[in-house]
Protein backbone atom coordinates (compact mmCIF):
# COMPACT_ATOMS: atom_id res chain seq x y z
CA UNK A 1 0.00 0.00 0.00
CA UNK A 2 1.17 2.98 -1.33
CA UNK A 3 1.84 5.72 2.22
CA UNK A 4 1.05 9.16 1.40
CA UNK A 5 3.11 12.09 2.69
CA UNK A 6 1.92 13.17 5.85
CA UNK A 7 2.12 17.72 6.96
CA UNK A 8 2.23 19.90 9.30
CA UNK A 9 -1.40 20.32 11.34
CA UNK A 10 -2.63 24.25 11.95
CA UNK A 11 -6.51 23.39 11.61
CA UNK A 12 -8.86 20.40 11.52
CA UNK A 13 -12.70 19.54 10.89
CA UNK A 14 -14.21 16.66 13.15
CA UNK A 15 -17.06 15.36 11.56
CA UNK A 16 -19.63 14.13 14.50
CA UNK A 17 -19.38 14.87 18.00
CA UNK A 18 -19.84 11.84 20.18
CA UNK A 19 -17.62 9.86 22.27
CA UNK A 20 -14.82 9.79 19.40
CA UNK A 21 -15.24 13.09 17.92
CA UNK A 22 -15.06 14.81 21.28
CA UNK A 23 -11.64 12.79 22.49
CA UNK A 24 -10.61 14.08 18.92
CA UNK A 25 -11.09 17.72 19.07
CA UNK A 26 -9.76 17.35 23.11
CA UNK A 27 -6.35 16.16 21.66
CA UNK A 28 -6.06 19.03 18.70
CA UNK A 29 -6.44 21.61 21.06
CA UNK A 30 -4.06 20.35 23.83
CA UNK A 31 -1.71 20.63 20.75
CA UNK A 32 -2.63 23.91 19.32
CA UNK A 33 -4.54 22.66 16.78
CA UNK A 34 -7.42 24.87 15.77
CA UNK A 35 -10.53 22.88 15.64
CA UNK A 36 -14.17 23.22 14.24
CA UNK A 37 -16.58 20.13 14.41
CA UNK A 38 -19.94 19.46 12.61
CA UNK A 39 -23.19 17.27 13.99
CA UNK A 40 -25.37 16.51 11.91
CA UNK A 41 -27.73 15.59 14.90
CA UNK A 42 -26.79 17.69 18.30
CA UNK A 43 -28.31 16.85 21.34
CA UNK A 44 -28.08 19.69 24.25
CA UNK A 45 -24.99 17.63 26.31
CA UNK A 46 -23.17 18.06 22.55
CA UNK A 47 -23.74 21.68 22.71
CA UNK A 48 -22.22 21.85 25.82
CA UNK A 49 -19.46 20.06 25.60
CA UNK A 50 -18.42 22.07 22.48
CA UNK A 51 -19.38 25.13 24.52
CA UNK A 52 -17.28 24.33 27.37
CA UNK A 53 -14.18 23.48 25.42
CA UNK A 54 -14.62 26.08 23.10
CA UNK A 55 -14.89 24.32 19.24
CA UNK A 56 -17.16 26.06 17.05
CA UNK A 57 -19.95 23.68 16.37
CA UNK A 58 -21.63 23.70 13.40
CA UNK A 59 -24.86 22.08 13.35
CA UNK A 60 -26.89 19.73 10.69
CA UNK A 61 -24.55 21.19 8.07
CA UNK A 62 -25.53 21.47 4.68
CA UNK A 63 -22.88 20.45 1.49
CA UNK A 64 -22.19 23.72 0.82
CA UNK A 65 -21.43 24.32 4.48
CA UNK A 66 -19.05 21.27 4.67
CA UNK A 67 -17.50 22.46 1.27
CA UNK A 68 -16.54 25.90 3.41
CA UNK A 69 -15.28 23.71 6.48
CA UNK A 70 -13.21 21.56 4.35
CA UNK A 71 -11.63 23.89 2.35
CA UNK A 72 -10.72 25.81 5.41
CA UNK A 73 -9.02 23.14 7.33
CA UNK A 74 -5.23 21.04 6.74
CA UNK A 75 -7.18 17.72 8.33
CA UNK A 76 -10.71 15.65 7.95
CA UNK A 77 -11.37 13.90 10.91
CA UNK A 78 -15.07 11.66 10.51
CA UNK A 79 -16.23 9.68 13.33
CA UNK A 80 -16.21 6.06 13.19
CA UNK A 81 -19.49 4.73 11.51
CA UNK A 82 -20.23 7.33 9.29
CA UNK A 83 -21.91 6.25 6.17
CA UNK A 84 -19.10 5.71 3.31
CA UNK A 85 -21.57 7.23 1.24
CA UNK A 86 -21.64 10.38 3.09
CA UNK A 87 -20.95 13.27 1.43
CA UNK A 88 -17.65 14.41 3.40
CA UNK A 89 -15.59 12.02 1.78
CA UNK A 90 -16.34 13.15 -1.90
CA UNK A 91 -16.03 16.47 -0.61
CA UNK A 92 -12.71 15.93 1.29
CA UNK A 93 -11.31 14.08 -2.10
CA UNK A 94 -12.20 16.97 -4.69
CA UNK A 95 -10.83 19.21 -2.27
CA UNK A 96 -7.57 16.81 -2.06
CA UNK A 97 -7.70 16.98 2.20
CA UNK A 98 -6.32 14.40 3.84
CA UNK A 99 -8.40 12.11 5.45
CA UNK A 100 -7.42 10.18 9.41
CA UNK A 101 -9.00 8.18 11.44
CA UNK A 102 -8.70 8.59 15.35
CA UNK A 103 -6.02 6.05 15.18
CA UNK A 104 -3.80 7.51 12.48
CA UNK A 105 -3.82 10.70 14.97
CA UNK A 106 -2.56 8.52 18.03
CA UNK A 107 0.29 7.11 15.53
CA UNK A 108 1.02 10.57 14.95
CA UNK A 109 1.51 11.68 18.50
CA UNK A 110 2.79 8.24 20.07
CA UNK A 111 5.37 5.30 19.64
CA UNK A 112 4.46 2.99 22.24
CA UNK A 113 3.59 -1.11 21.41
CA UNK A 114 -0.29 -1.64 20.12
CA UNK A 115 -2.18 -4.63 19.94
CA UNK A 116 -4.97 -4.42 17.21
CA UNK A 117 -7.93 -6.54 17.27
CA UNK A 118 -10.68 -7.08 14.62
CA UNK A 119 -13.16 -9.32 13.53
CA UNK A 120 -17.02 -9.00 12.88
CA UNK A 121 -17.57 -11.17 16.14
CA UNK A 122 -14.92 -11.67 19.42
CA UNK A 123 -13.93 -8.29 19.28
CA UNK A 124 -14.40 -7.20 22.88
CA UNK A 125 -14.10 -10.48 24.36
CA UNK A 126 -10.53 -10.68 22.62
CA UNK A 127 -9.54 -7.21 23.81
CA UNK A 128 -10.44 -7.91 27.16
CA UNK A 129 -8.57 -10.72 27.21
CA UNK A 130 -5.32 -9.88 26.22
CA UNK A 131 -5.40 -6.73 28.26
CA UNK A 132 -5.99 -9.03 31.84
CA UNK A 133 -3.08 -11.32 30.16
CA UNK A 134 -0.66 -7.92 30.32
CA UNK A 135 -1.89 -6.87 33.27
CA UNK A 136 -1.16 -9.89 34.85
CA UNK A 137 2.20 -10.27 33.53
CA UNK A 138 3.10 -6.93 35.40
CA UNK A 139 2.61 -4.76 32.36
CA UNK A 140 0.72 -1.31 32.21
CA UNK A 141 -2.35 -1.86 29.74
CA UNK A 142 -5.34 -0.16 28.66
CA UNK A 143 -8.23 -1.40 26.54
CA UNK A 144 -9.14 1.21 23.99
CA UNK A 145 -10.10 2.16 20.76
CA UNK A 146 -13.77 1.35 19.89
CA UNK A 147 -14.88 1.44 23.62
CA UNK A 148 -15.70 4.14 26.35
CA UNK A 149 -12.17 5.05 25.47
CA UNK A 150 -10.78 6.10 22.27
CA UNK A 151 -6.97 5.30 21.44
CA UNK A 152 -6.25 8.84 20.54
CA UNK A 153 -7.57 9.72 24.57
CA UNK A 154 -5.47 6.99 25.69
CA UNK A 155 -2.46 7.91 24.90
CA UNK A 156 -2.65 10.85 27.31
CA UNK A 157 -1.51 8.55 30.17
CA UNK A 158 1.96 8.23 29.77
CA UNK A 159 1.61 5.33 32.60
CA UNK A 160 0.55 3.11 29.64
CA UNK A 161 3.54 -0.03 28.20
CA UNK A 162 0.94 -1.44 26.15
CA UNK A 163 -2.61 -0.11 24.67
CA UNK A 164 -5.00 -3.51 23.33
CA UNK A 165 -7.06 -1.81 20.26
CA UNK A 166 -10.27 -3.14 19.58
CA UNK A 167 -9.87 -1.54 16.04
CA UNK A 168 -13.78 -1.60 14.17
CA UNK A 169 -14.25 -1.39 10.34
CA UNK A 170 -15.79 1.77 10.84
CA UNK A 171 -12.17 3.02 12.29
CA UNK A 172 -10.18 1.19 10.17
CA UNK A 173 -11.94 2.09 6.82
CA UNK A 174 -10.35 5.79 7.19
CA UNK A 175 -7.09 4.73 8.63
CA UNK A 176 -4.26 5.49 6.46
CA UNK A 177 -0.87 5.07 8.57
CA UNK A 178 -2.04 2.92 12.02
CA UNK A 179 1.06 0.25 12.49
CA UNK A 180 0.02 -1.99 15.62
CA UNK A 181 3.12 -4.37 16.93
CA UNK A 182 0.42 -7.21 16.95
CA UNK A 183 -2.61 -7.26 14.76
CA UNK A 184 -5.25 -9.92 15.38
CA UNK A 185 -8.05 -10.82 12.54
CA UNK A 186 -10.47 -13.14 13.89
CA UNK A 187 -13.16 -13.87 11.82
CA UNK A 188 -15.05 -12.77 8.52
CA UNK A 189 -19.24 -12.45 7.62
CA UNK A 190 -21.27 -9.86 6.49
CA UNK A 191 -21.79 -6.88 9.14
CA UNK A 192 -22.44 -3.30 8.81
CA UNK A 193 -23.72 -3.08 5.18
CA UNK A 194 -26.10 0.13 6.33
CA UNK A 195 -22.67 1.96 7.01
CA UNK A 196 -20.08 0.24 4.50
CA UNK A 197 -20.68 0.81 0.61
CA UNK A 198 -20.34 -2.87 0.33
CA UNK A 199 -19.47 -5.86 1.30
CA UNK A 200 -16.03 -5.93 -0.46
CA UNK A 201 -15.56 -2.48 1.05
CA UNK A 202 -16.17 -3.87 4.83
CA UNK A 203 -13.28 -6.64 3.74
CA UNK A 204 -11.23 -4.30 2.85
CA UNK A 205 -11.77 -1.85 5.93
CA UNK A 206 -10.88 -5.62 7.96
CA UNK A 207 -7.77 -6.21 5.78
CA UNK A 208 -6.00 -3.11 6.44
CA UNK A 209 -5.26 -4.16 10.16
CA UNK A 210 -2.26 -5.90 8.49
CA UNK A 211 -1.21 -2.60 5.78
CA UNK A 212 1.30 -1.49 7.79
CA UNK A 213 2.85 -3.47 10.36
CA UNK A 214 6.66 -3.54 10.83
CA UNK A 215 7.51 -6.83 8.82
CA UNK A 216 10.63 -7.33 10.74
CA UNK A 217 9.26 -7.16 14.24
CA UNK A 218 5.47 -7.17 13.65
CA UNK A 219 3.13 -10.12 14.23
CA UNK A 220 0.34 -10.81 12.37
CA UNK A 221 -2.62 -13.49 14.35
CA UNK A 222 -5.09 -15.13 11.89
CA UNK A 223 -7.83 -17.38 12.22
CA UNK A 224 -6.57 -20.53 10.60
CA UNK A 225 -10.45 -21.58 9.31
CA UNK A 226 -11.70 -18.72 8.02
CA UNK A 227 -11.04 -18.60 4.31
CA UNK A 228 -11.44 -14.99 4.03
CA UNK A 229 -9.04 -13.97 6.66
CA UNK A 230 -6.81 -16.44 5.28
CA UNK A 231 -6.88 -14.98 1.72
CA UNK A 232 -5.77 -11.52 3.15
CA UNK A 233 -2.78 -12.77 4.62
CA UNK A 234 0.35 -10.29 4.46
CA UNK A 235 3.21 -12.19 3.21
CA UNK A 236 5.45 -10.18 4.39
CA UNK A 237 4.26 -10.82 7.82
CA UNK A 238 5.34 -13.08 10.36
CA UNK A 239 1.84 -14.67 10.67
CA UNK A 240 0.82 -17.45 13.97
CA UNK A 241 -2.72 -19.17 12.84
CA UNK A 242 -5.22 -20.12 15.61
CA UNK A 243 -7.86 -22.90 15.47
CA UNK A 244 -9.57 -25.55 18.11
CA UNK A 245 -8.55 -29.34 17.65
CA UNK A 246 -7.86 -30.74 14.12
CA UNK A 247 -7.26 -27.61 12.40
CA UNK A 248 -3.65 -27.90 12.04
CA UNK A 249 -3.01 -24.26 13.59
CA UNK A 250 -0.34 -23.15 14.58
CA UNK A 251 -1.95 -22.48 18.16
CA UNK A 252 -4.40 -25.15 18.66
CA UNK A 253 -5.82 -27.85 20.90
CA UNK A 254 -3.89 -31.27 21.92
CA UNK A 255 -5.48 -33.92 23.55
CA UNK A 256 -7.89 -31.39 25.33
CA UNK A 257 -5.18 -29.01 26.35
CA UNK A 258 -4.57 -25.50 24.80
CA UNK A 259 -1.41 -25.29 23.00
CA UNK A 260 1.06 -22.55 21.71
CA UNK A 261 3.05 -23.12 18.48
CA UNK A 262 5.93 -24.61 20.06
CA UNK A 263 3.97 -27.28 21.65
CA UNK A 264 4.01 -25.87 25.31
CA UNK A 265 0.58 -26.61 26.97
CA UNK A 266 -0.92 -23.53 28.56
CA UNK A 267 -4.31 -25.01 30.60
CA UNK A 268 -6.57 -27.65 29.96
CA UNK A 269 -10.09 -26.94 28.66
CA UNK A 270 -11.36 -28.26 31.79
CA UNK A 271 -9.93 -25.42 33.88
CA UNK A 272 -11.70 -23.02 31.63
CA UNK A 273 -14.46 -21.85 33.19
CA UNK A 274 -16.53 -21.80 29.88
CA UNK A 275 -15.05 -23.75 26.97
CA UNK A 276 -17.50 -23.32 24.02
CA UNK A 277 -15.90 -23.56 20.88
CA UNK A 278 -15.64 -19.73 20.51
CA UNK A 279 -14.42 -19.39 23.88
CA UNK A 280 -11.52 -21.66 23.34
CA UNK A 281 -10.60 -19.89 19.52
CA UNK A 282 -10.67 -16.88 21.61
CA UNK A 283 -8.63 -17.94 24.16
CA UNK A 284 -5.95 -18.64 21.71
CA UNK A 285 -5.62 -15.98 19.80
CA UNK A 286 -5.97 -14.03 22.58
CA UNK A 287 -2.87 -16.15 24.01
CA UNK A 288 -0.91 -15.77 21.19
CA UNK A 289 -1.59 -11.92 21.00
CA UNK A 290 -0.53 -11.43 24.89
CA UNK A 291 2.78 -13.35 24.50
CA UNK A 292 3.62 -11.89 21.63
CA UNK A 293 3.03 -8.36 23.52
CA UNK A 294 5.65 -9.87 26.24
CA UNK A 295 2.82 -11.42 28.49
CA UNK A 296 4.41 -13.88 30.67
CA UNK A 297 2.92 -17.52 30.12
CA UNK A 298 1.92 -17.69 33.74
CA UNK A 299 -0.30 -14.37 32.95
CA UNK A 300 -1.35 -16.10 30.16
CA UNK A 301 -2.53 -19.07 32.84
CA UNK A 302 -3.85 -17.35 35.41
CA UNK A 303 -6.42 -15.23 32.85
CA UNK A 304 -8.01 -18.02 30.97
CA UNK A 305 -8.61 -19.85 34.30
CA UNK A 306 -10.44 -16.84 35.62
CA UNK A 307 -12.44 -15.58 33.05
CA UNK A 308 -15.83 -15.84 32.56
CA UNK A 309 -16.92 -14.24 29.62
CA UNK A 310 -18.57 -10.83 28.81
CA UNK A 311 -21.89 -9.78 30.17
CA UNK A 312 -24.70 -10.50 27.20
CA UNK A 313 -22.41 -12.88 24.77
CA UNK A 314 -24.25 -16.56 25.57
CA UNK A 315 -24.64 -15.50 29.40
CA UNK A 316 -26.36 -17.86 31.58
CA UNK A 317 -29.50 -16.08 33.18
CA UNK A 318 -30.49 -19.18 34.78
CA UNK A 319 -32.51 -22.48 34.47
CA UNK A 320 -36.25 -23.28 34.64
CA UNK A 321 -38.24 -26.80 34.55
CA UNK A 322 -34.64 -28.18 33.00
CA UNK A 323 -34.49 -25.79 30.25
CA UNK A 324 -31.42 -23.22 30.53
CA UNK A 325 -31.56 -19.57 29.20
CA UNK A 326 -28.76 -17.83 27.72
CA UNK A 327 -28.88 -13.92 26.94
CA UNK A 328 -26.48 -13.52 24.02
CA UNK A 329 -27.94 -9.87 23.07
CA UNK A 330 -24.74 -8.49 21.36
CA UNK A 331 -24.93 -11.40 18.62
CA UNK A 332 -25.88 -8.57 15.42
CA UNK A 333 -25.27 -10.79 12.73
CA UNK A 334 -26.19 -14.15 11.36
CA UNK A 335 -22.33 -15.19 11.53
CA UNK A 336 -22.57 -14.16 15.70
CA UNK A 337 -25.96 -16.37 15.94
CA UNK A 338 -23.96 -19.35 14.15
CA UNK A 339 -21.18 -18.93 16.35
CA UNK A 340 -23.35 -19.18 19.71
CA UNK A 341 -25.24 -22.17 18.44
CA UNK A 342 -22.79 -24.09 18.41
CA UNK A 343 -22.20 -24.57 21.65
CA UNK A 344 -26.01 -26.49 21.81
CA UNK A 345 -27.91 -29.31 20.76
CA UNK A 346 -31.32 -28.01 20.87
CA UNK A 347 -32.15 -24.21 20.91
CA UNK A 348 -35.63 -22.49 21.18
CA UNK A 349 -33.85 -19.20 19.26
CA UNK A 350 -35.10 -16.10 20.16
CA UNK A 351 -34.09 -13.31 16.85
CA UNK A 352 -34.73 -10.31 15.27
CA UNK A 353 -34.91 -6.51 15.98
CA UNK A 354 -33.42 -3.95 13.92
CA UNK A 355 -31.77 -5.73 10.66
CA UNK A 356 -29.03 -3.56 9.32
CA UNK A 357 -28.35 -4.53 5.79
CA UNK A 358 -27.63 -8.22 6.01
CA UNK A 359 -29.51 -11.26 4.46
CA UNK A 360 -31.28 -12.85 7.32
CA UNK A 361 -32.52 -15.55 5.12
CA UNK A 362 -28.98 -17.20 6.37
CA UNK A 363 -30.49 -18.17 9.60
CA UNK A 364 -32.87 -20.61 8.25
CA UNK A 365 -29.66 -23.09 7.61
CA UNK A 366 -29.05 -23.73 11.49
CA UNK A 367 -31.85 -26.19 11.75
CA UNK A 368 -31.02 -28.10 13.57
CA UNK A 369 -29.70 -27.21 16.27
CA UNK A 370 -32.65 -24.54 16.36
CA UNK A 371 -35.61 -26.71 17.28
CA UNK A 372 -38.29 -23.67 17.54
CA UNK A 373 -38.21 -19.66 16.73
CA UNK A 374 -39.93 -16.97 18.35
CA UNK A 375 -39.41 -13.80 15.95
CA UNK A 376 -39.13 -10.46 17.37
CA UNK A 377 -39.28 -6.36 16.22
CA UNK A 378 -38.94 -4.77 12.80
CA UNK A 379 -37.56 -7.78 11.44
CA UNK A 380 -39.64 -10.48 12.36
CA UNK A 381 -41.22 -11.44 9.47
CA UNK A 382 -37.71 -11.94 7.88
CA UNK A 383 -36.67 -14.37 10.38
CA UNK A 384 -40.06 -16.15 10.03
CA UNK A 385 -39.46 -16.08 6.57
CA UNK A 386 -36.18 -17.85 7.09
CA UNK A 387 -37.23 -20.40 9.34
CA UNK A 388 -40.76 -20.59 7.42
CA UNK A 389 -41.22 -24.51 6.85
CA UNK A 390 -38.00 -25.73 8.62
CA UNK A 391 -39.20 -25.45 12.22
CA UNK A 392 -41.90 -24.14 14.19
CA UNK A 393 -42.55 -20.05 14.40
CA UNK A 394 -43.77 -17.44 16.42
CA UNK A 395 -43.86 -14.17 15.41
CA UNK A 396 -43.67 -11.67 18.75
CA UNK A 397 -43.82 -7.80 17.36
CA UNK A 398 -45.55 -6.10 21.19
CA UNK A 399 -42.50 -7.42 23.64
CA UNK A 400 -39.26 -8.96 24.60
CA UNK A 401 -41.84 -9.81 27.81
CA UNK A 402 -43.70 -11.53 25.42
CA UNK A 403 -41.42 -13.40 23.44
CA UNK A 404 -39.94 -14.83 26.59
CA UNK A 405 -43.33 -16.32 27.38
CA UNK A 406 -43.71 -17.60 23.85
CA UNK A 407 -40.59 -19.05 23.86
CA UNK A 408 -41.32 -20.78 27.47
CA UNK A 409 -44.35 -22.51 26.49
CA UNK A 410 -42.31 -23.47 23.47
CA UNK A 411 -39.27 -25.30 25.51
CA UNK A 412 -39.38 -28.97 26.54
CA UNK A 413 -36.61 -29.80 28.92
CA UNK A 414 -33.17 -30.37 27.85
CA UNK A 415 -33.28 -27.29 25.43
CA UNK A 416 -31.48 -24.08 25.53
CA UNK A 417 -33.65 -20.66 25.14
CA UNK A 418 -31.15 -18.95 23.24
CA UNK A 419 -31.73 -14.91 22.98
CA UNK A 420 -29.51 -14.02 19.94
CA UNK A 421 -30.95 -11.71 17.76
CA UNK A 422 -28.80 -11.19 14.82
CA UNK A 423 -29.89 -7.87 14.52
CA UNK A 424 -29.13 -4.47 16.30
CA UNK A 425 -31.38 -3.41 19.42
CA UNK A 426 -32.67 0.01 17.94
CA UNK A 427 -36.19 -0.91 17.17
CA UNK A 428 -37.28 -1.66 20.69
CA UNK A 429 -33.70 -0.74 22.22
CA UNK A 430 -31.43 2.04 22.57
CA UNK A 431 -28.35 -0.54 23.26
CA UNK A 432 -28.22 -4.70 23.20
CA UNK A 433 -27.20 -4.09 26.58
CA UNK A 434 -30.64 -2.74 27.23
CA UNK A 435 -32.19 -5.48 25.43
CA UNK A 436 -30.28 -8.03 27.43
CA UNK A 437 -31.11 -7.10 30.53
CA UNK A 438 -35.12 -6.37 30.04
CA UNK A 439 -34.58 -10.49 28.55
CA UNK A 440 -32.75 -11.84 31.98
CA UNK A 441 -36.02 -9.79 34.34
CA UNK A 442 -38.31 -11.31 31.82
CA UNK A 443 -36.79 -14.61 32.44
CA UNK A 444 -36.69 -14.06 36.09
CA UNK A 445 -39.44 -13.47 36.23
CA UNK A 446 -40.98 -16.97 35.37
CA UNK A 447 -42.47 -19.69 37.58
CA UNK A 448 -39.73 -21.66 38.93
CA UNK A 449 -37.09 -19.87 38.10
CA UNK A 450 -32.81 -20.55 39.34
CA UNK A 451 -30.79 -18.29 39.61
CA UNK A 452 -28.01 -19.02 37.12
CA UNK A 453 -24.65 -21.09 38.28
CA UNK A 454 -20.82 -21.18 37.27
CA UNK A 455 -21.10 -22.70 33.09
Not at 73 to 101: K, M, Q, R
Not at 159 to 177: H, N
Request: proline share 5%; charged share 20%; glycine share 8%.
Amino acid sequence: METPTRGPLQSALVVGFGITGRAVAKAFLSRGIAVVAADEHPTDAIRAEAASMGVELVESPSPQDLTRLVSGCDLVVPSPGLPETHVIFELANDAGSTIESEFDLADRWDSRPIVAITGTDGKTTVTTLVTAMLVASGKRAIACGNTETPLVEAIADPSVDVFVVEASSFRLATTRWFQPSVAVWLNFAPDHLDSHASLASYEAAKASIWAHVDPVEGVAIASATDPVVLANRNPELSTITFGGAGTDADATVIDGWLCLPDGTQLVSITELPRSFPHDITNALAASVAALAAGATVEGVRHTLRSFRGLSHRVQLVGEINGVRWYDDSKATTPHAVETALGAFESVVLIAGGRNKGLDLSALGAFVPPVRAVVAIGEAAEEVRSAFDGRCEVVAIETSLTDAVAAAAALAHPGDVVLLSPGCTSFDWFTSYGQRGDEFAAAVRALPGFTSAVVQ
